[in-house]
């Protein structure tokens, strides 16, 4: 690890007597920029010892980057032997297990000035002395608690006086703590100790309590004894000098006695929740929020999937940072009628994440006062929000294309971040399906009317000539929750009059059969991917926000897209066949349903390069053909734009006895069953009915997935159960039976597909 040079701990020596001590192999100045870094329960100890040799640390900021399981204490009582530092957890957990004959038995022993911040402490700590405490034994000067959850266990041998406490045993004389948005939520044991404190175990200066919680899970405090003497929040010493002040400070379960204007935590009064879950009618649990303090603890936590609701109107401060949607995380916000007011970036939505906001209490009226910012990710909710959509848009490297839609309502190109950087090296076209055009938005041609504005709904090509083909776009405005409409073009006997390039207008994934009837629009759609390729995509792919998509209308439509972010679960059960052929640039698809409907059309790629593969059917190519259960033969179509070697890929999803790729040119006859794969030589000149694929489905063979009673290891197949056991090739020639009574080991020396048949269950198994 990188040690810290020579001439700052010169310096250092100058200006902090204490800090002439070693840090060990600890990384980081202390510089609020630059903290000291604590990634291991042995940066922690390396702390803890120079400490206890006198190195304060005052001022110096440190940073907990990860959960750590500790035995020592930072800091004890005797004079030069405290910490001062700037002490940040990032939300990260420290688990105490410390048993101890000493006093200020705690995670910091013993603190001066300093702040501890952004942590959570749990484990178990065991004593026989005095000023046990959650987060520290004593504290001198002016100490900061912020954020501090202790769910710990104090665990008190004491017989008499413990003056324990559930953050701070001790705060000494003239000395000044100031608790912000911390709770504690975990144990006091002691059957034979008394004197004691919910926070505090014994306060001689004076004390802050702002936005905090106690909520003990378990008390076994002796409080009959000096009932008087033991509180709630903090003792008060003997002479009645010491002060504690409350603001919004709250507490479910008393330690007896319960000082100044702490009010009461009640499940009866909204105006009362701190620190709470519900079940709310749509059937998710929340966490209340009230207070700036308490959003921010949320914002330490919210990467764990926790769901918040407002309990008042809420004005969070720029100093806490935006609320940030980790990646992959799902989270849900209830206004509950309120309003959440901060500056821009209110919220940030990371790529990959789902923030959805909801208003349980169904009124519709809550609101975010502030820009939430989408960085590739989703917001779900049929509430309109200011927000700022961020597309990445990766063109392809070639010429620059690809599409794209807007997910704000109609906003003008002008007003798109990143659109337009540069007028001479992009281009923005409609497709005209009446004239088969693209219309460049520039356009002044007679008769044609040029465009400025994205229409919701709509797809658009884009291109761009920039030196990096990646269009960093971003939407500004109010989010789209209306459904909206859109006329197809339809022309019968034209195949390119009708398909439509739409656009997902909600700054959410929408699902092709969920958020538009597939009534009269060709099964499968189109996306346009970044090596200027057509795709064809099954219904069950996701339509991204700020995405284009490509359908084909089999009649006269008006379509209805809808404000839905749920998947189709429609058609997962039909039978089909996955063609993918690729070379080391590009790959295309093909998808043959074993039902009726229309099949997706073939239509060329912008991408002159790219291999076309696609299904002959009925005297029509298709990207998706649709064909009935009893065909035998597939005629597969490839047509390759360079010269090299391909690798076309099979994945059946069905139940086949017989699928074999039969290549015309070189006469190879591929089980793909077994080999699912395929590798060849290709050319330009080559003819484009190359393939034939022949297929049989299984007879008389009801399959599922609880029939399993074979299978295969090695060279043997291990069959389980009692009756008749019959094997069939995938002809249908019967080439084993016998009697099975138990487990059975069967040799099957060849490969292929066979059928094994016991008693009324049959399972197909697959010999390599």
């Given at each position: ?580 052929v690729a070379n080391n640039d ?168 066979y059928i094994f048949k016991l ?5 197909k198994i697959v010999i390599k």
């Amino acid at each position: 690890m990188k040690k810290r040079n020579l001439l700052f701990l010169l310096l250092t020596m100058m200006f902090t007597p204490m800090a002439m001590f070693g840090q060990g192999e600890l990384t980081g100045s202390g510089a609020i920029d630059n903290p000291i870094n604590i990634n291991s329960v042995d940066d922690w100890n390396i702390i803890s010892d120079n400490v206890k040799n006198g190195n304060s640390y005052n001022g110096l900021y440190f940073s907990l980057n990860d959960n750590i399981k500790i035995t020592k204490s930072i800091g004890n009582q005797p004079a030069g032997k405290k910490f001062g530092g700037i002490f940040l957890g990032n939300g990260n957990t420290i688990t105490v297990n410390i048993t101890s004959n000493e006093k200020y038995a705690a995670p910091f022993g013993s603190l001066s000035n300093a702040t501890i911040q952004d942590i959570v402490v749990e484990g178990e700590i065991t004593s026989s002395n005095k000023f046990v405490a959650g987060v520290a034994g004593c504290a001198f000067g002016e100490c900061n608690f912020i954020n501090c959850h202790v769910s710990m266990v104090v665990n008190s041998i004491v017989n008499g006086d413990g003056t324990h406490g559930g953050l701070l045993g001790l705060l000494e004389l003239n000395g000044t703590a100031n608790f912000t948005n911390c709770c504690f939520d975990g144990k006091l044991l002691g059957s034979k100790t008394i004197n004691c404190g919910g926070f505090v175990g014994y306060n001689k200066g004076v004390i802050n309590f702002n936005n905090c919680l106690f909520n003990p899970s378990e008390i076994t405090l002796n409080i009959s004894v000096n009932k008087d003497i033991s509180s709630t929040f903090a003792r008060l010493d003997k002479n009645n000098t010491a002060v504690n002040n409350f603001t919004n400070t709250y507490y479910v379960t008393t330690l007896h006695k319960v000082e100044g204007t702490a009010r009461v935590y009640t499940n009866d009064d909204d105006d009362d929740y701190y620190y709470d879950e519900f079940a709310a009618p749509d059937g998710n649990t929340y966490y209340y929020i009230t207070g700036d303090n308490k959003w921010k603890f949320f914002q330490n936590n919210i990467n764990e999937n926790k769901n918040v609701s407002l309990t008042e109107d809420l004005t969070a401060h720029a100093s806490n940072g935006a609320l940030i949607i980790a990646e992959d995380d799902e989270v849900i916000i209830d206004l509950n009628g309120h309003t959440l007011t901060r500056d821009e970036n209110a919220i940030v939505v990371s790529k990959g994440a789902t923030l959805t906001i909801v208003d349980n209490n169904g009124k519709k009226t809550g609101d975010i006062d502030g820009k939430i910012y989408i960085a590739e990710g989703q917001l779900v909710s049929d509430m309109t929000f200011n927000a700022t959509v961020m597309k990445n848009v990766e063109t392809w490297e070639i010429n620059g294309w690809n599409t794209m839609a807007s997910p704000v309502g109609e906003v003008t190109f002008e007003s798109v971040s990143g659109l337009l950087s540069d007028v001479f090296k992009h281009n923005i076209y409609l497709y005209d399906p009446e004239n088969l055009r693209w219309q460049e938005y520039r356009n002044t041609d007679p008769g044609v009317t040029p465009f400025t504005t994205f229409e919701n709904g709509r797809g658009y090509l884009y291109r761009t000539e920039g030196a990096e083909k990646t269009a960093a776009i971003e939407y500004s405005g109010m989010t789209n929750i209306e459904d909206v409409t859109y006329t197809l073009s339809y022309a019968e006997g034209s195949v390119l009059k009708t398909f439509n390039l739409l656009g997902n207008p909600f700054p959410h994934d929408i699902y092709k059969g969920e958020a538009f009837s597939d009534e009269n629009i060709a099964d499968k759609f189109y996306m346009f991917e970044s090596d200027g390729t057509w795709t064809a995509k099954s219904d069950s792919d996701a339509i991204p926000a700020g995405t284009a998509f490509l359908v084909q209308a089999t009649a006269e439509e008006t379509l209805t897209i809808k404000n839905t972010a749920s998947a189709s679960k429609r058609g997962v059960n039909n039978d089909n066949i996955v063609f993918t052929v690729a070379n080391n640039d590009t790959k295309d698809v093909a998808f043959v349903e074993f039902k009726e409907g229309h099949g997706l059309n073939k239509i060329e790629h912008l991408n002159e390069t790219a291999p076309m593969l696609y299904v002959n059917y009925n005297g029509a190519n298709f990207a998706s053909a649709n064909v009935s259960d009893d065909v035998k033969v597939i005629n597969l179509n490839f047509k390759a734009k360079t010269s090299g070697k391909y690798t076309l890929i099979c994945k059946a999803n069905g139940e086949f006895s017989y699928l074999h790729l039969i290549d015309r040119m070189t006469g190879e006859d591929v089980d793909m069953l077994l080999d699912e794969e395929y590798s060849f030589i290709a050319s330009s000149q080559d003819k484009e009915n190359r393939f034939i694929v022949r297929l049989e489905y299984l007879e008389n063979a009801e399959i599922s997935e609880n029939s399993t009673f074979a299978y295969q290891n090695g060279d043997n197949v291990i069959v389980s159960g009692d009756g008749m056991l019959q094997v069939f090739d995938m002809t249908g020639r019967i080439v084993n039976t016998m009697n099975v009574s138990g487990v059975e080991n069967i040799n099957v020396k060849a490969q292929g597909v066979y059928i094994f048949k016991l008693n009324d269950k049959t399972q197909k198994i697959v010999i390599k």
